[in-house]
Nanobody, 126 residues
Framework: QVQLVESGGGLVQAGGSLRISCAAS????????MGWFRQAPGKEREFVAAISWSSGATVYGDSVKGRFTISRDTAKNTVYLQMNSLKPEDTAVYYC???????????????????WGQGTQVTVSS
């Protein structure tokens, strides 16, 4: 099992920045990739970004490209999401996830992730 705990969410004004973190514990060596998804009220869960744990290769959703950056610290078993130029439409609960299946590139599909954190709320005011 892998346990994921998100932190760092909060309220920020439009145009501002925020960094959220996800600490992984347990059988983390099972992890191939880590991903961030988000879900706003009344909307489906949306892919944000993912990173290969070993290579550091990244993939981003179209709505956040150029504004968000995913990174990881393998020594701390932690993945980060740096969010810049935030918009009100970025408001959502952000979920960290872990995929234990090797893939050519990290997946953008939530169904392919095996473990999930409890989520952290990010609210962007206009």
């Amino acid at each position: 099992q892998v346990q994921l705990v998100e932190s760092g969410g909060g309220l920020v004004q439009a145009g501002g920045s925020l960094r959220i973190s996800c600490a992984a514990s347990g059988r983390t060596f099972w992890t191939y990739a880590m991903g961030w998804f988000r879900q706003a009220p009344g909307k489906e869960r949306e892919f944000v970004a993912a990173i290969s744990w070993s290579s550091g290769a990244t993939v981003y959703g179209d709505s956040v490209k150029g504004r968000f950056t995913i990174s990881r610290d393998t020594a701390k078993n932690t993945v980060y999401l740096q969010m810049n130029s935030l918009k009100p439409e970025d408001t959502a609960v952000y979920y960290c996830s872990a995929d234990r299946t090797w893939r050519t590139i990290a997946s953008m599909e939530s169904d392919e992730y095996d473990y999930w954190g409890q989520g952290t709320q990010v609210t962007v005011s206009s």
